[in-house]
């Protein structure tokens, strides 16, 4: 009986030092647990349709460059306006409501709906025409607000593009230049652009398109005030917008000047502008800084410092243009 007694005695003893070694054990594992941290979101304001602009890729690169990885040390949140400007607002709207970290968007009617969004969440902006859109920063040194970016000098451009028109195709005098009113920056660019205008001896003729159904109505004006040659850029003007105004072109032989690369490798003659690639892969590194604790307000919008010129000679063949040599020289790439 003693010898049973002693065997129950033993193994209670061993059951109740193992069972308080296990919880000392299993103590420490409580005490140091740590919430799972969840990954920053931004959230994707594109106003061109999937897989979006050359902006958009180039920001995208930016952000991998700098070892960010979609979907395991990032997640961006996209939505696109394919290229109709009346559905920003209801977009960066929608943006909002998913509370990301950051919005990042390029244009100005999109940066202007996305501030219009919110007042909280930090936006950066890639592309931006801000001296020509009053009321998106406090000042370029200063933003002072939510929002900061890269200025495109969209106002300094434009004049520039128009004498490299002049440049390639000297007879011309009348040119149309297609406007979207709701776009700031076409407003206060048009200012400049009409001073070169004078300036070059070139009439410029005014055609407002508001939205894409608008352009058969536009294409008329153009025809019917005698235009030689045709401006525009713009987000509204991409995607099948694009294609539709470079096939007008091409079928009435206007020779056509733009933004940059996503436009002449579409056909239009001449392209001249910031790198839009290159601006918005310089775009990320504000929303890393931000993801890292800076603030906007206290982050300058910073100048657009590379600009490219490119001539599509496939284009100016078809027109039966002969493209000057020294402006095939100063190209920074010739289509072929």
Not at 242 to 252: E, G, N, Y
Request: hydrophobic share 45%; aromatic share 6%; with cysteine.
């Amino acid at each position: 009986m003693r010898t049973i007694l002693k065997a129950m005695w033993w193994d209670s003893a061993v059951g109740f030092i193992i069972t308080l070694t296990l919880s000392l054990l299993a103590a420490p594992l409580t005490v140091t647990a740590q919430p799972r941290r969840t990954l920053p979101r931004v959230g994707v304001l594109e106003p061109s349709s999937p897989p979006g602009t050359s902006c958009l890729a180039g920001f995208r690169q930016g952000l991998r460059d700098l070892g960010y990885v979609d979907g395991q040390t990032i997640i961006l949140v996209s939505r696109y306006a394919e290229d109709q400007t009346d559905r920003l607002p209801a977009l960066a709207t929608e943006l909002v409501r998913l509370t990301p970290d950051v919005l990042w968007t390029h244009s100005n009617p999109a940066a202007q709906a996305a501030k219009q969004a919110t007042t909280t969440i930090p936006i950066v902006v890639g592309i931006a025409s801000f001296d020509a859109t009053p009321g998106l920063v406090e000042s370029l040194a200063q933003p002072g607000g939510n929002l900061t970016g890269l200025d495109s000098l969209y106002t300094e451009v434009l004049g520039r593009r128009l004498a490299l028109l002049k440049e390639a195709v000297p007879t011309i005098t009348h040119v149309a230049v297609l406007v979207d009113p709701t776009n700031p920056a076409h407003q206060g660019g048009l200012h400049n652009l009409e001073a070169e205008a004078q300036t070059l001896g070139v009439q410029l003729q005014r055609v407002e398109v508001n939205a894409p159904e608008a352009l058969e109505g536009a294409f008329a004006a153009i025809l019917q005030g005698s235009a030689e040659a045709l401006m525009f850029e713009g987000p509204l003007f991409g995607g099948t917008t694009l294609q539709r105004i470079v096939a007008f072109a091409a079928q009435h032989r206007l020779p056509t000047v733009a933004g940059g690369r996503n436009y002449t490798t579409a056909g239009v003659l001449l392209g001249y502008g910031m790198a839009a690639y290159d601006q918005c892969h310089r775009s990320a590194v504000f929303v890393d800084k931000i993801l890292k604790g800076a603030k906007p307000a206290d982050l300058p919008v910073e100048r657009a410092h590379k600009f490219e010129l490119i001539v599509n000679l496939k284009t100016a063949t078809a027109l039966g243009l002969t493209i000057p040599p020294m402006l095939l020289f100063q190209a920074d790439e010739v289509i072929q």
